[in-house]
């Protein structure tokens, strides 16, 4: 009798065994299925709008043209010409205005005009077009090496104050065309304005200028799109939760005996 409840006890341990296995591959299969499902959906959301990149092309085309092609290297020395015969006074306020428009972004939000993202989803997409912006515009600087038009270094190409703002401008945009297109434009005068008082400070050509502007929307343009997988990554929807210990209390009744199994999986 002993024997034959050792020997059922035995048979009822690896039936849970094989019932605990089959329900924790159920439940592997189910989170691979809800992650693939979650990384499809980012990938739907993320969609790189490739209409969106044939303006930070052309401009940024055009700013690599400048550096070689005869005639709009002309124009950069003709644009600069023409500004220096106005004589405008030096001003410092395109160190301010680049991030006017990301400014704008945050304090519509506190006043309740709500944008596309919440405080924390935003802030992580705008601190990544900045990073994405710096990495293309600070090693392009002492690749490229060109002389400032004050002479001051060669770190000309491309105007990084430029990129900033238009990052910035093209994040507001990003925000709020859905909701208000026309608002979502009002950061483009700030970005314009950095642009044109980095060549009256003469600091930067107008192919510099021109780059900028096109490395600064593009960085933006990566920033949404890589925002789900960067959103996916700090909330760790990857990470598969470990099973919890469960005790499970299970009758059982083999060659004419009756008993009771206690088993625990931890």
């Given at each position: 009798m002993k024997r034959s409840c050792q020997k059922s006890l035995i048979y009822l341990l690896i039936f849970t065994s094989v019932i605990s296995r089959i329900?924790?591959?159920?439940?592997?299969?189910?989170?691979?299925?809800?992650?693939?499902?979650?990384?499809?959906?980012?990938?739907?959301?993320?969609?790189?709008?490739?209409?969106?990149?044939?303006?930070?092309?052309?401009?940024?085309?055009?700013?690599?043209?400048?550096?070689?092609?005869?005639?709009?290297?002309?124009?950069?020395?003709?644009?600069?010409?023409?500004?220096?015969?106005?004589?405008?006074?030096?001003?410092?306020?395109?160190?301010?205005?680049?991030?006017v428009p990301a400014v704008m972004v945050y304090g519509l939000n506190a006043i309740g005009i709500k944008g596309k993202h919440n405080?924390?989803?935003?802030?992580?997409?705008?601190?990544?077009?900045?990073?994405?912006?710096?990495?293309?515009?600070?090693?392009?600087?002492?690749?490229?090496?060109?002389?400032?038009?004050?002479?001051?270094?060669?770190?000309?190409?491309?105007?990084?104050?430029?990129?900033?703002?238009?990052s910035s401008a093209q994040f507001m945009f990003r925000e709020y065309k859905d909701t208000n297109f026309w608002l979502s434009l009002s950061g483009y005068p700030f970005a314009i304005f950095t642009g044109v008082y980095r060549m009256l400070n003469d600091k930067h050509w107008l192919g510099d200028v021109v780059a900028g502007a096109g490395f600064?929307?593009?960085?933006?343009?990566?920033?949404?799109?890589?925002?789900?997988?960067?959103?996916?990554?700090?909330?760790?929807k990857n990470k598969a939760k470990p099973l919890s210990s469960s005790t499970m209390i299970m009758p059982f009744y083999q060659n004419k005996i009756v008993g009771i199994g206690l088993v625990k999986n931890f």
């Open positions: 329900n924790a591959q159920n439940n592997d299969t189910i989170m691979a299925d809800e992650s693939k499902k979650d990384s499809l959906s980012g990938i739907h959301t993320s969609k790189l709008n490739y209409k969106s990149l044939i303006i930070p092309a052309a401009f940024i085309t055009y700013g690599v043209a400048g550096l070689t092609t005869d005639k709009l290297k002309q124009l950069n020395f003709s644009t600069r010409t023409e500004i220096n015969e106005h004589q405008p006074a030096p001003m410092n306020l395109d160190n301010y205005t680049q991030y405080l924390r989803d935003r802030t992580i997409i705008y601190a990544s077009s900045q990073l994405i912006s710096a990495a293309f515009t600070m090693p392009l600087k002492y690749l490229v090496k060109e002389e400032r038009p004050d002479q001051s270094n060669t770190l000309s190409f491309p105007s990084g104050h430029s990129a900033t703002a238009f600064g929307i593009l960085s933006t343009e990566l920033a949404y799109w890589l925002f789900p997988r960067i959103d996916t990554i700090l909330r760790g």
